[in-house]
């Protein structure tokens, strides 16, 4: 059973920056691409990034990209978001999620029905 669990959420101003961390607890982790999504309320879950398991090849979503950098740590079976420059509009829920089916593939995918295991989520609240 994979278990992820996002921390790091919280309360922040506009132009502000935060980071997530997400720890996950499989002995495959290092193997497989990691993703973050969001979920505003009253809107679907979009993607926001994802990362190779190498941390070679990365992909972003146009809203994020150049503010939100994804990284991890095999060693620490850990994977983050750091986020800058922080929007109103970046106010949700945060996923870490993990996919199992691409086993040391550079390639990514954006689609949440390509993920296999979710986190339970963590709030980040931008104030304008």
């Known amino acids: 059973q994979v278990q992820l669990v996002e921390s790091g959420g919280g309360l922040v101003q506009a132009g502000g920056s935060l980071g997530l961390s997400c720890a996950v607890s499989?002995?495959?982790?290092?193997?497989?691409?990691m993703g973050w999504f969001r979920q505003a309320p009253g809107k679907e879950r979009e993607f926001v990034a994802a990362i190779s398991w190498n941390g070679q090849t990365t992909y972003y979503a146009d809203s994020v990209k150049g503010r939100f950098t994804i990284s991890r740590d095999n060693a620490k079976n850990m994977v983050y978001l750091m986020m800058k420059s922080l929007k109103p509009e970046d106010t949700a829920v945060y996923y870490c999620?993990?996919?199992?089916?691409?086993?040391?593939?550079?390639?990514?995918?954006?689609?949440?029905?390509?993920?296999?295991?979710w986190g339970q989520g963590t709030q980040v609240t931008v104030s304008s």
């Open positions: 499989t002995y495959t982790f290092s193997d497989y691409p």
């Open positions: 999620a993990a996919e199992l089916r691409r086993f040391r593939s550079l390639v990514l995918t954006a689609n949440k029905n390509e993920y296999d295991y």
